[in-house]
């Protein structure tokens, strides 16, 4: 595996933390590295975009500037963000800063009073986009075998739409492998693609908290769902009621787990939902 | 604010930008996919077809009358499905702002979110999760809400995921950055 920048985003330094932990460790397990952009700030969220077009385009826009003056490890030029919200707005803005003269000289103007500039080459890329193409997946990867459990694999939205990159954005398979190399069972659900709510689930709690009940409740024959995306993680670990409560986990923290890497190193004990169970598992780690 | 009668009593720019969308929304064949594939529709009263129809016939008084334009969670299913390969998503992100823009009754809660949002990565760069949820809280004037969250923040307190920190005073990190984008944005 190779080197890559990574934008970690601000839920990973925060209510995601072990997010960040997992992602670090699994990408080193797998003998790759990441290369942190130095003095990255937030991608602009939901936020700028509701408020603002050229606000959101000069956040993202500013980290874009920021990697290409960290400089890409390798000489590539990706970009690993396990958020789908930070990816998708970084994403949208290299692809606009790429396509449009005027949208990347707009965007400089803003950017010159740091006295930075932005070309719009970075290959911005999901964790979930890495981790299924830059890998070969096989059971030997995975001492600590997950035969016996079922996992719900939860994609999201904003890492399949509205870029078709990776997977089929309509079913998504590509969590299939690496799952299925774990030893566990991969659910049959349709739930995977759908949406848990986002930011409504804070602005518009009525309406959020029955999206994430009916993934939830689709999830009830799993042990557990992993997620690529710290919002997605929230909403299903909070918003839902309590019977429907499954362990939700970090696609990285699961693969982790299979991997044999220690609970505390994963951040297993900073999940909201408890995952005990399931590193108790007779044949899991 | 509530919104003017017809869109002509609206600011220029505004009309402008309602105008942007009714361009990029020309193609619409009204297939109604949109709405069909929306996750929030059941919560809408009126349809994503619906509001891009009013947009087209210059009737948006009656889509800003609803509060379905803030229910969109972005979550591209209908621009994914556009049979007219329309930026859907990219339309009703346009929606908001100019909600946002004349206070409007149903941006209320979203608006002063993002806004707390907003001002809270201009200060500090990135978000402290923290200080944004207890200023919007304080914001909601409302008691209930803190109180249904309380369980949730202390959990988070105890893993160590947020912190109480004293607020930051004085310059903010993106300061000089989001003064010229705005200027750009021409306000």
């Known amino acids: ?14 209510t995601a933390k072990e997010y960040d932990l997992s992602v670090r ?9 990441l290369v942190e952009i130095e003095d990255w700030t937030c991608c602009g969220a939901t936020a700028a975009q509701s408020v603002d077009s050229s606000i959101a385009l000069a956040l993202a826009g500013r980290n874009l500037a920021l990697a290409e003056k960290t400089g890409f490890p390798d000489g590539t030029d990706d970009v690993l963000v396990p958020c789908s919200a930070c990816y998708l707005n970084l994403k949208t803005a290299q692809a606009d800063i790429k396509a449009d003269k005027a949208v990347k000289a707009g965007v400089n103007r803003v950017l010159a009073q740091e006295n930075l500039s932005v070309e719009g080459h970075p290959m911005v890329r999901h ?15 995975f001492p600590a075998s997950m035969e016996g459990l079922v996992v719900a694999p939860y994609y999201g939205c904003q890492c399949l739409r509205p870029f078709k990159v990776f997977d089929d954005p309509e079913s998504p398979r590509s969590m299939d492998a690496m799952i299925g190399a774990t030893g ?24 959020g908290r029955i999206l994430v009940d009916n993934i939830l409740g689709a999830a009830r024959d799993a042990h557990c769902i992993v997620t690529v995306c710290p919002m997605c993680q929230m909403n299903l670990e909070t918003c839902g009621k309590k019977e429907n409560w499954v362990p939700v986990l970090y696609l990285p923290q699961f693969l982790g787990l ?25 044949q899991g780690g | 604010m509530s919104f003017p009668e017809t869109k002509e009593k ?7 930008d309602l105008d942007r969308v009714k361009e990029m929304l020309k193609p619409c064949i009204q297939c109604g996919t949109c709405s069909a594939s929306c996750p929030n529709a059941e919560f809408m009263d009126l349809t994503p077809r619906q509001m891009w129809r009013m947009v087209l016939m210059d009737q948006v008084e009656s889509l800003y009358a609803s509060h379905s334009f803030t229910m969109c969670s972005a979550c591209y299913w209908c621009t994914l499905r556009c049979p ?24 209320k809660h979203s608006d002063l979110f993002y806004r707390l949002f907003l001002d809270n990565i201009r200060q500090y760069g990135r978000v402290r999760e923290m200080e944004l949820m207890g200023r919007y809280f304080w914001g909601l004037k409302n008691p209930i809400t803190p109180i249904s969250y309380a369980p949730l923040g202390l959990a988070m307190m105890r893993r160590g995921k947020i912190k109480p920190e004293l607020p930051g005073h004085g310059p903010g990190k ?5 003064e010229a984008a705005g200027k750009r944005e021409g306000k």
């Open chain 1, 1 to 14: 595996m190779k080197s890559y920048l990574y934008y970690p985003g601000c839920s990973l330094t925060g």
């Open chain 1, 25 to 33: 460790v699994l990408i080193e397990r797998l003998g790759g590295s």
């Open chain 1, 127 to 141: 964790l979930l986009d890495v981790l299924s193409r830059d890998v070969v997946w096989e059971p030997s990867l």
């Open chain 1, 184 to 207: 566990a069972g991969v659910l049959d659900w349709e739930m995977g693609a759908q949406c848990c709510g986002a930011s409504n689930a804070t602005t518009k709690p009525e309406s």
């Open chain 1, 258 to 282: 299979a991997m044999g890497i220690d609970r505390d190193a994963l951040g297993l004990g900073l999940n909201l939902t408890d995952n005990r169970e399931l590193t108790e598992h007779p």
């Open chain 2, 10 to 16: 609206l600011p220029p720019k505004i009309r402008r």
């Open chain 2, 84 to 107: 007219r390969g329309l930026e859907l998503t990219r339309a009703m992100g346009e929606l908001k702002q100019v909600g946002a823009r004349l206070k409007l009754e149903a941006s």
């Open chain 2, 174 to 178: 993106l300061d000089a950055l989001f």
